[in-house]
């Protein structure tokens, strides 16, 4: 992805969540510290949303948010409820919605399939693995009118397992992240910085330019 790319998409994100605060729930404050004031239900089903998405191995036995479905660290793992949470991101007020949202169309999906749903865990985490992944590919399809919601999560779940976004980078890798860990990350040099040695195609693709600088700006 070039850097106008990621601008993009960056732009895109906040005009998301700029969207979300002001028109869709438009009564939403916004406080601080509002990871340990989510309730269960609201953590469960985002937990169960991430799994689905980046699926990883049970954390304890009897897991209902994480279903288990591969071996390894999935996005719960990696800290997908520390990244929707953050200070910085200013989504925590609206997660408790968002998650009410999708249990609504849990339920109205087992509902359509015939599907008893268990009483002591939110609809979506009630769900089997198969059934949440054919819901999240509802969610995301073109015609689901809440599509651009599903789709930021889904950013920011991808955010948690590659980039320990929650965290800074140094950090993460030296108390081995398990996204960065599970993607072999490379830890930085002595001096704290990463340098990259090795030619991403194995060769240079061009020359360097005379008037380059020792720091590898051009004069």
Known sequence: MSSLDRRTALKALAGAVAALSVSRFPSVTSPAGMTEGLGSWTVLTLEAFADTQIPGERRFAGDAAVAGAVSGPGAVQAGVIKTLASDELRLAPLL???AALLNARALAYATAHLILLPITFPPFVGLPFQHRT???GDLLGHENPDRSIWQMISLL?????DTAAHIDTRQAVTTHHPGLTWLGFPPPGPDGLWRFTDYSYG???AALHPATTASGSPA
């Open 96 to 98: 408790p919605e968002i």
């Open 134 to 136: 054919a819901l999240v």
């Open 157 to 161: 779940t991808s955010l948690a397992f």
């Open 203 to 205: 060769k240079a693709l």
